[in-house]
């Protein structure tokens, strides 16, 4: 009986060697879908997928300069890692060969000549002024399809704030001349990768872009990555630099890793997804992040908060990725570089920053950094203390570790600012003091001119809440185009576009008015605003022309005054030459005591107003308007 069960055991042994020997390696596909040579750090990380994947024997090429480092084999059967050396390769067509017991497939993969090197790209700076603006939002290209085939279920209707609106890229391409007309001078452009996520039951999509379901592939919604690259080209021939937003702390849950995990620490707290079995319905071990950025900086965090601020999901449909799997983080970091390479982007906009593994992210931004020196990533960092936003910053003295992140984004003024417009200004906290007290803490930062500031974005309500009063943004518009920031603006702010969040995100992320088929109205065109909305872009148009190539902005020194008598005064400096901003905070008529500010004025006589062209006398005290805002130049 014994030799019988061991005859038998032999035969099935056989029988499955030869039955894995006629069959070929499956390969569904290859993440980068190319390389480039050339790179300072010559090692690529391949990401194969396919079936059963996993029992390869030996990958292996002639390729000349190409050596196969080493291949990770992952928990499940599906994924391969190749990590490949191409420290002396040429640009060309090599071939990779998958053995299976002697089984050979070959697959072709291309190695690309870069463009330029690294130090060559360019990142945006505090010259530049971001517009940013949602894809799906904006404005409809000739062309667009009404239905992608392939993608899962999706409606799009603009009767309905939560939906896909059909917005896109190429609507975005045509439209090129009219930030070049307002002033601006870099595209944010909200996420563009594929988020191929069904519309819910309850009417919501993820038109805004933030889960992703293919890392290497735009939205087919928006178009192509062949649209995305014309798009960044065209813009560069017009002097427009482009942002790319990008998403490191989460996926969306239609993304293949999320139905077949890597490894079983690819996700944080995976165990919920094997609980739930492949849907986003959350259940009793489904962990939700607090949204508490605290305990990431807090000395006494405890453990407790601070797994569930970085290891919580930030919504059930977005499983978040675990930046501590160090293959996870490498998958990552090539993606930003590919872009880069791939389409010209001059910057990277990361949402949820704090939210992800910090010492993950640092190795992103010191390797992206090495790479690309003169390029410049932005963290969205959300919370309103500057001690907080600084330590974020690249070469911070209050971290003891170095995040690399070169800028982050001024919380702190955007919530200082959304109090101040509802307060009258007085003798001590209330009003513009508290954009004085707030700058007043700039001496945390390592460097001032690496902070991004905004007045509102797609995540707040509008300036403006549900009203038009064009005199606070107009203070708010010059105050955060004249300080030592890289100004942020928001679509739509330069026509009086307003919405709270009150009762859904889609009301702060209206279409513009003109970018879609059947619009009766268009702001694009002089001719097509209203009175009061071309006299908004024509002012700010101004504002922005003139901080164009304008040193005293770019490189000036800065010198704020205590708010005096409601009147908050700031004062960039630069090689004999001066922009005064002042600010009438209160809703009264109010004088300006020049004396208050000889250090700045000296003897000054006269001053231009860059907003209206109207000279003043800085030889005598200067009256004042309710809410007045002037920008002298002398």
């Known amino acids: 009986m014994k030799r019988i069960y061991i005859f038998m055991t032999m035969l099935m042994v056989s029988v499955m060697t030869m039955s894995a020997a006629k069959q070929k390696v499956s390969i569904d596909r290859i993440d980068p879908i190319d390389w480039y040579v050339g790179m300072k750090n010559p090692t690529v990380q391949l990401m194969v997928y396919g079936k059963g994947i996993r029992d390869v024997e030996s990958v292996t090429t002639n390729y000349p300069g190409v050596t196969i480092d080493s291949l990770v084999r992952l928990d499940s059967p599906n994924y391969l890692l190749v990590y490949m050396n191409l420290k002396d390769a040429q640009p060309g067509t090599m071939k990779l060969t998958f053995d299976v017991r002697g089984k050979k497939s070959e697959v072709a993969y291309q190695l690309k000549q870069r463009e330029m090197s690294g130090d060559r790209r360019m990142g945006f700076t505090n010259a530049d002024v971001l517009y940013m603006l949602m894809p799906d939002r904006f404005a409809q290209g000739a062309g667009h399809p009404t239905q992608v085939k392939g993608m899962r279920a999706y409606k799009e209707d603009r009767s309905q704030p939560s939906l896909r609106h059909g917005g896109d890229l190429n609507g975005i391409r045509e439209h090129l001349d009219y930030f070049c007309e307002l002033g601006v001078t870099a595209l944010w452009l909200t996420p563009v990768l594929e988020n191929d996520s069904p519309d819910n039951e309850n009417g919501y999509s993820t038109y805004h872009g933030y889960a992703t379901t293919d890392y290497y592939r735009v939205d087919p919604r928006f178009g192509t990555n062949a649209d995305y690259r014309r798009l960044c080209d065209e813009a560069h021939a017009k002097g427009l630099k482009v942002v790319m937003d990008m998403i490191f702390n989460h996926s969306g849950f239609e993304h293949p890793w999320v139905a077949d995990m890597p490894t079983k620490d690819w996700f944080n707290l995976p165990e919920w997804l094997e609980e739930s079995g492949g849907t986003s319905t959350p259940t009793k071990s489904f962990l939700q992040t607090s949204y508490k950025l605290t305990p990431v900086k807090d000395p006494y965090a405890s453990k407790f908060d601070l797994k569930e601020t970085v290891d919580g999901w930030f919504v059930p449909t977005m499983p978040d990725l675990n930046q501590r799997n160090q293959h996870v983080m490498t998958y990552l970091i090539q993606n930003s570089k590919w872009w880069i390479e791939t389409v010209g982007i001059d910057g990277i906009r990361m949402d949820t920053y704090p939210y992800a593994d910090a010492k993950g992210m ?265 809410r007045q805002s002037l920008i002298l130049s002398y």
Do not use: C
């Open 362 to 626: 640092a190795r992103w931004m010191k390797e992206l950094d090495e790479e690309y020196p003169n390029f410049n990533t932005v963290g969205e960092t959300w919370v309103t203390e500057p001690a907080y936003t600084a330590s974020w910053q690249k070469d911070s003295r209050l971290s003891k570790d170095n995040s690399y992140l070169k800028t982050v984004m001024d919380f702190s003024f955007f919530d200082k600012l959304s109090q101040a417009k509802n307060e009258e200004t007085d003798a001590w906290w209330q009003g513009l003091n508290r954009l004085y007290n707030s700058f007043v803490y700039d001496y945390l930062y390592e460097d001032p001119l690496h902070v991004m500031a905004f007045i509102d974005n797609h995540d707040t309500d509008r300036f403006l809440g549900n009203g038009r009063d064009t005199l606070m943004l107009k203070q708010a518009l010059a105050l955060l185009m004249t300080i030592r920031r890289i100004p942020q603006l928001y679509y739509g702010t330069e026509i009086l576009m307003n919405g709270t969040k009150e009762v859904t995100d889609g009301n702060v992320r209206k279409d513009f008015p003109g970018g879609f088929p059947g619009d009766t109205h268009n702001a694009f065109t002089a001719e097509g605003r209203t009175k009061a909305e071309a006299d908004m872009f024509r002012w700010l148009s101004r504002l922005l022309h003139w901080r164009q190539n304008n040193d005293v902005i770019v490189k000036g020194t800065q010198t704020q005054f205590i708010p005096y008598n409601g009147i908050y005064v700031i004062a960039r400096q630069y090689q004999g030459k001066t922009a005064l901003t002042i600010l009438n905070g209160t809703t009264q008529p109010a004088t300006m005591e020049v004396k208050r500010y000889a250090e700045v004025i000296g003897n000054t006589g006269r001053a231009k107003d860059i907003l209206t062209g109207r000279f003043y006398d800085l030889s005598q005290d200067l009256k004042l308007k309710p």
